[in-house]
Nanobody, 123 residues
Framework: VQLQASGGGLVQAGGSLRLSCAASGRTESAYRMGWFRQAPGKEREFVATIRWTGGSTTYANFVKGRFTISRDNAKNTVYLQMNSLKPEDTAVYYC?????????????????WGRGTQVTVSS
């Protein structure tokens, strides 16, 4: 499975961005997709995850009510709509695909990773 993330950029606090993650290859093997982020000097942290089948979602507490993860099965694409962005949301955002039927809130539950996309939120 190959993953290509896009949609990052520079936005002012309070603004919005939508990240996309296009999957290709053996996408039928993926059970869930996730978004993680990593800020300079910090560890990679879980943001949100969604199952390909059924679409159930889980979010990190710090993004609940602001971010929405969704998927388009026909396009093999997962999205992360980010609203009410804060400077502390500044990070490189990564999408990932996991094949095991696990909760998906830890980076080690994922098997495939895309290159990150930079999100910078100015105050």
């Amino acid at each position: 499975v190959q993953l290509q993330a896009s949609g990052g950029g520079l936005v002012q606090a309070g603004g919005s961005l939508r990240l996309s993650c296009a999957a290709s290859g053996r996408t039928e093997s993926a059970y869930r997709m996730g978004w993680f982020r990593q800020a300079p000097g910090k560890e990679r942290e879980f943001v949100a995850t969604i199952r390909w089948t059924g679409g159930s979602t889980t979010y990190a507490n710090f993004v609940k009510g602001r971010f929405t993860i969704s998927r388009d099965n026909a396009k093999n694409t997962v999205y992360l709509q980010m609203n009410s962005l804060k400077p502390e949301d500044t990070a490189v955002y990564y999408c990932a695909a996991g094949v095991a039927q696990r909760l998906g809130v830890s980076w080690d539950e994922y098997d495939y990773w895309g290159r990150g996309t930079q999100v910078t939120v100015s105050s």
